[in-house]
């Protein structure tokens, strides 16, 4: 069965350094999503990306924060500078055209120090 | 802000029992609802999806939708130990985006 995958599953990073998250969506999809998780939190929603672009992004997702598909197959995150609040399981998911659910990768822990 | 709202948990049921998890939703706007199992340190995995109201059976697990009521549930029949995770519910809107309650842990006891 086909899977998001994401890398690496564990990051640890000091405070102020960026990081950039890396995801590899299945093939033939064409919606892609972050979302992060603090422990023992809801899973929140960071951003949607289609068509090359930001089709939506909540509060969280500020100027610290950015989204790229560099190229055909990888789907990236980057956090500029990091603060100890970034700490949490960050999760790339992606959904076909016309597909109602969608695929979580098995997500990159983040920790920043 | 719309929220989705879980008991937390944690449910206890005996193995074999059925298991009632509940979410309500207060956007009536939203279109699709999901049920989502998270074991502890993993990723959400899909278990169903509603989007009308009534009931929707897929094996042991069966969605119910009351629009009306702003209500989902998820009945897990013949629960078995390893049904023991946290169960996210999930409401979409027209944008695609997830909102996902805070999750009710179960736990089924052999």
């Known amino acids: 069965e086909p899977e998001v995958t994401q890398t690496p599953s564990h990051q640890v990073t000091q405070m102020g350094q960026e990081v950039i998250l890396r995801c590899v969506p299945i093939?033939?999809?064409?919606?892609f999503y972050w979302y992060r998780q603090i422990l023992g939190q809801k899973v929140e929603f960071l951003v949607s990306?289609?068509?090359?672009?930001?089709?939506?992004k909540s509060e969280i997702f500020d100027d610290q924060f950015s989204v790229e598909r560099p190229d055909g197959s990888n789907f990236t995150l980057k956090i500029r500078s990091t603060k100890l609040e970034d700490s949490a399981m960050y999760f790339c998911?992606?959904?076909?055209?016309?597909?109602?659910?969608?695929?979580f990768g098995s997500g990159t822990r983040l920790t920043v120090v | 802000q719309k929220e989705v709202e879980q008991n937390s948990g944690p449910l206890s049921v005996p193995e074999g029992a059925i298991a009632s998890l509940n979410c309500t939703y207060s956007?009536?706007?939203?279109?699709?609802f999901f049920w989502y199992r998270q074991y502890s340190g993993k990723s959400p995995e899909l278990i169903m999806f509603?989007?009308?109201?009534g009931d929707k059976e897929d094996g042991r697990f069966t969605a119910q939708l009351n629009k009306a009521s702003q209500y989902v549930s998820l009945l897990i029949r013949d629960s078995q130990p390893s049904d023991s995770a946290t169960y996210l519910c999930?409401?979409?809107?027209?944008?695609?985006?997830?909102?996902f309650g805070q999750g009710t842990e179960l736990s089924v006891k052999p």
């Open positions: 990306f289609y068509n090359n672009e930001i089709s939506e």
């Open positions: 509603i989007y009308s109201n």
């Open positions: 956007d009536r706007g939203s279109q699709s």
């Open positions: 093939s033939n999809h064409l919606y």
């Open positions: 998911a992606s959904r076909g055209q016309g597909v109602i659910g969608y695929t």
């Open positions: 999930a409401v979409n809107n027209q944008g695609g985006k997830l909102i």
